[in-house]
């Protein structure tokens, strides 16, 4: 069973800062893929940024401003969120997928104020 705990979360006005940090525990493979994804109020799920060993893959809407890492030695998967913008609140979830599953966390609150 994998469990993944996200934390870092909060209220920060537009043009400033966040980092995210999950941490996963459980059977963690540093080859397989982690990422994060969001939901905003009335909105589908979508991703954010994915990392698989060195490869990273960004959404266009935060390319440029978001980076996401990972710490092996840690289980642990970050996301530096920089330049925010309003449209970037969401609630943020981290992600673990194998090949039979998709894990998820429970998800922190991202709010982006004008």
């Known amino acids: 069973q994998v469990r993944l705990v996200e934390s870092g979360g909060g209220l920060v006005q537009a043009g400033g800062s966040l980092r995210l940090s999950c941490e996963a525990s459980g059977s963690i493979f540093s080859s397989n893929n982690m990422g994060w994804y969001r939901q905003a109020p009335g909105q589908q799920r979508e991703l954010v940024a994915t990392?698989?060993?060195?490869?990273?893959n960004y959404a266009d809407s935060v390319k440029g401003r978001f980076t996401i890492s990972r710490e092996n030695t840690k289980n642990t998967v970050y996301l530096q969120m920089n330049s925010l913008k309003p449209e970037d609140t969401a609630v943020y979830y981290c992600?673990?997928?194998?090949?039979?599953?998709?894990?998820w966390g429970q998800g922190t609150q991202v709010t982006v104020s004008s």
């Open positions: 990392i698989t060993g060195s490869r990273t």
């Open positions: 992600t673990y997928q194998t090949v039979w599953r998709h894990y």
